[in-house]
């Protein structure tokens, strides 16, 4: 589950911002300018879609789950395929979905709009 969770969570998250952050510009990008400036909008914008995607991120919680019981009690999960255990658990593998929110939305903002702030005023690209 380990590895297949990560490469999902990753694909989701690193694929999927770019769009997000598209989206917002062609339907806000006045705002933005006038919110943060015209020269912070651009950064603004990445951290806003990271955030959103972050947030997003929680439809792959089953998967981080069952990736946590696979590593801590391999035998529990032995024989058993995914069509099993997610009709087995339910919506119980979404349990702290708020609080996985929480966490991923000030991090995924931090991460992406970091990156966009070094990217525009240190490399300038």
Do not use: C
């Not at 919110?35 to 990271?50: E, I, W």
């Not at 998967?63 to 035998?75: F, G, Y």
């Amino acid at each position: 589950f380990a590895a297949g969770y990560k490469v999902v969570q990753r694909v989701y998250k690193f694929g999927g911002q770019p769009f997000v952050k598209d989206a917002l510009a062609s339907s806000g990008q006045g705002a933005f300018d006038a919110l943060v400036g015209k020269r912070n909008s651009k950064s603004f914008m990445h951290a806003l879609a990271g955030s959103i995607v972050g947030v997003g991120e929680v439809a792959l919680l089953p998967l981080d789950v069952l990736k946590i019981r696979a590593q801590t009690n391999p035998e529990a999960l032995r024989g058993k395929g995914m069509v099993q255990l997610f009709w087995k658990e339910g919506s119980g593998l979404y349990r702290g979905a708020g609080w996985t929110a929480v966490r991923n939305a000030p991090g995924s903002f931090a991460l992406f709009g970091g990156s966009a702030v070094v990217k525009d005023f240190v490399f300038g690209l």
